[in-house]
Structure formats: structure tokens, C-alpha cells
């Protein structure tokens, strides 16, 4: 058993949205695939994953580094204790070889996007789909059957009216969507509060909207925003600061009195731990939203939940960023608070099965083998002409 190549190629998103902060016209993403030398129903297996969305492609790292690595080492020192399956967490190790301390987002999205890739492949030589693969390492094999999501919408389009916002999100209603998350920041605060109001006209409940300024704000700003945000009592006020700003992360906490989120720039399990250790956010409302496949994949993320529940931090606080398969599955397998969805904006790399349906804010979590990626025609087509 031995993985015979791994394949990766740059995929731009062809995306004319923004937030508050860039647009994603330029934006690509790396697809990979994890050739291995397994045949089921007389093919070989492949696993999949994409780094994601919000990070550049990184095939130069994967290339020049990770790839080799792997390649290079013998093939029986990368399976599990069976000798019937591959073990992540080794591929993770011969990844990280050779590499020095800190830095962690110049390689943590090529690691991560690669070591997902291996999960795939794992969940498919072992028949069964990935969620239940890591339920039944990390979540005391309770399987669960449906995840949580909320829809990322409200973004800034030109020439857009608030009845265009409006009609978005109930779009998004219609879709199956209950709890909706929308832009702030891209406009001056007294035009972006009336976006909110009319959004508000279409949720009714204000728990059921969060509001994501994508790190846009200094500290003039984000107390601006905070104290106009209040009185709403949304569902959170994500990301209202730099992300590494950690001291004024905690300001706004103290005068924000609900929920705040962050963690999708985030990348090493020490990151997450500063947050919680120094941004004073709240362990009975607050959210992190770390996305595995651009922090060092799937492994990697385990360690890091293991940290925060050390330091009280419980499952249902945790959101993962991404909007897609794989943080689909590891929702539903580490058994979070649920998962995120963009459908219909980043292309083939927004969104779940062709298949999938929202049901009172919940998808039923697939059966096929793996990721799935299988039933995203538009997506596999990438994906397989990659691996052809």
C-alpha cells in the first residue's frame, strides 16, 4: 500500500464579490489529489480537497516541500498500526520535517490542504464517509446524522439596493437556511446599520443573523460598531479586529456584551491558544472559527479542540470556517455547533452535494464514501481530469 503521486494545480474563483475589507477577484485555490496504489470496484482510490477559500493558491510550497516529502519516504512508515489504512497524522509529521518554528499560514494551508486530501482516502479505503471515520476516533463514536448550518451572505456588490440584500436572504430562507450572516464594514457605519435593519425585516429574529466585518477595524472603528451593534442583540459580531490584535480583541469583549466570533486567520493550535488565553472572550457565548483544511488539516485541528477543551471550552462553541465538504464532515464528526455555507458565490468550490438539501437550518450528513466530492459534478470534474 503506498501513495503513487500527488497531483495539485491552481484554480482561480472567477468571483466578483466583496467584503468589507478585499474583493476576490484575483482569488485561486489549490485543488489536490492523493493518487494511492488502492483499487475499490476496480479503480484506484484518490483522495481530494481544495485549500479552502480566502487564501491564494500554494502549489510552490506543496511542490517544493510537502510533495517530495511524502514521496520520498518509505511507504510502509506512512500507514496505521494495520498496516490497512494510512495514517494523517504520520503524513502531518513527514510534512512538518525540516521546518522551523513560527510562520505557521506560509505552510500551514499547503499541509493542511494535503493532509485533508489523505483523509479522503482514508474514509474511502475504509467504505465509509468521513464524518464517521472521525466520530469514530474523536467523537466517541457518536455518529450524527444531520449538522447545523448557517449561510454566509450579505456581501457588497455594485450598485446593489437594500431590497437586493433583502431579496438575497430570502433567497436563503427559501433555500432551508434559519441563522443568516451578513457583511459590515464596507460601507460608513450609519448606511451599513440600515443594511442590517433591512435585513433584520426579513429574519425577524436577531438571533438568527450575524453580522462579519472581516477584520476591517481599528480600534476607533470597532468600538463605533460595537456599541451600534448592541442594541440588535445579533447572533455574533464576527471578527471586528485584526485577528492577531489580541489586546483590542479583548476590549471590545468588554464592552460587548453579546457573542463575538473569530479564528478563521488562525492557523496553529498556539494561535488558537493565545486567543483564549489573552483576547478575554467568553467561553459561554463566544465562538472560534478555525478552518482546518488552511491550519494544518484535520489531525492538526483535533490537537487543537483537545487544547480548548483543557481550558473549558466546550464543542458546541465551535464553528469551522470554510463552507463547504470537508467542514462539513468535520462538523459533523467532531460533533460542533455546525457548519458554514456560501452557495453560489465561489464557484464550484461553494456548497455541498448537488444533491444536498437544507431542511430548518439542517443538512443531513451524507453516506458515500470519503468527502463526497463525487456528487459535485462541476467540482469533480476538476478534480478528476486533475487526477487523470
Known amino acids: 500500500m503506498r501513495i503513487v503521486d500527488i497531483r495539485e494545480t491552481a484554480v482561480p474563483l472567477k468571483s466578483n464579490l466583496a467584503n468589507s475589507t478585499f474583493d476576490f477577484s484575483e482569488m485561486t485555490t489549490s485543488v489536490v489529489a492523493v493518487i494511492t496504489d488502492v483499487k475499490r470496484e476496480g479503480k484506484p482510490v484518490v483522495g481530494f480537497a481544495f485549500n479552502s477559500t480566502g487564501r491564494y493558491a500554494c502549489g510552490a510550497q506543496m511542490r517544493a516541500r510537502f510533495i517530495p516529502r511524502i514521496l520520498n519516504t518509505p511507504p510502509e512508515k506512512l500507514l496505521d498500526d494495520t498496516g490497512e489504512n494510512f495514517d494523517p497524522a504520520k503524513f502531518l509529521a513527514v510534512m512538518m520535517q525540516r521546518e522551523k518554528s513560527g510562520g505557521h499560514s506560509e505552510r500551514s494551508v499547503a499541509i493542511g490542504t494535503i493532509e485533508v486530501a489523505v483523509w479522503d482516502a482514508v474514509a474511502k479505503i475504509a467504505g465509509k464517509p468521513l464524518h464517521a471515520v472521525l466520530a469514530e476516533r474523536y467523537n466517541g463514536g457518536k455518529i450524527a446524522e444531520k449538522v447545523y448550518c448557517y449561510v454566509g451572505g450579505g456581501w457588497y456588490r455594485p450598485g446593489e439596493t437594500l431590497k437586493d440584500v433583502q431579496d438575497e436572504m430570502r433567497r436563503h430562507q427559501d433555500a432551508g437556511y434559519v441563522t443568516l450572516k451578513m457583511k459590515v464594514g464596507g460601507l460608513p457605519l450609519a448606511q451599513d446599520l440600515k443594511r442590517v435593519e433591512a435585513v433584520l425585516e426579513v429574519v425577524g429574529d436577531p438571533w438568527h443573523l450575524a453580522v462579519d466585518a472581516n477584520s476591517k477595524f481599528d480600534r476607533e472603528e470597532a468600538f463605533a460598531y460595537a456599541k451600534a451593534l448592541a442594541p ?3 447572533r455574533w459580531f464576527e471578527e471586528p479586529c485584526d485577528p492577531l490584535d489580541l489586546a483590542l480583541l479583548g476590549e471590545i469583549a468588554d464592552i460587548y456584551e453579546g457573542p463575538l466570533a473569530t479564528g478563521e486567520n488562525l492557523f496553529s493550535t498556539q494561535d488558537v491558544e493565545n486567543l483564549v488565553r489573552f483576547a478575554r ?108
Not at 470556517?321 to 468550490?349: D, T
Open 232 to 234: 440588535y442583540r445579533l
Open 281 to 388: 472572550l467568553r467561553r459561554d457565548r463566544d465562538l472560534i472559527q478555525v478552518d482546518p483544511p488552511q491550519a494544518y488539516g484535520i489531525v492538526q485541528y483535533s490537537r487543537t479542540i483537545a487544547m480548548l477543551e483543557k481550558r473549558g471550552w466546550t464543542r458546541d462553541r465551535l464553528f469551522p470556517h470554510g463552507g463547504n465538504q470537508m467542514s462539513l464532515h468535520i462538523a459533523g464528526g467532531f460533533g460542533l455547533a455546525g457548519a458554514e455555507s456560501y452557495p453560489g458565490v465561489f464557484g464550484p468550490f461553494a456548497g455541498f452535494a448537488d444533491d444536498a438539501k437544507v431542511e430548518n437550518g439542517y443538512l443531513k450528513l451524507p453516506d458515500r464514501p470519503g468527502i463526497g466530492f463525487e456528487a459535485q459534478n462541476e467540482l469533480y470534474k476538476i478534480m478528476r481530469e486533475l487526477a487523470a
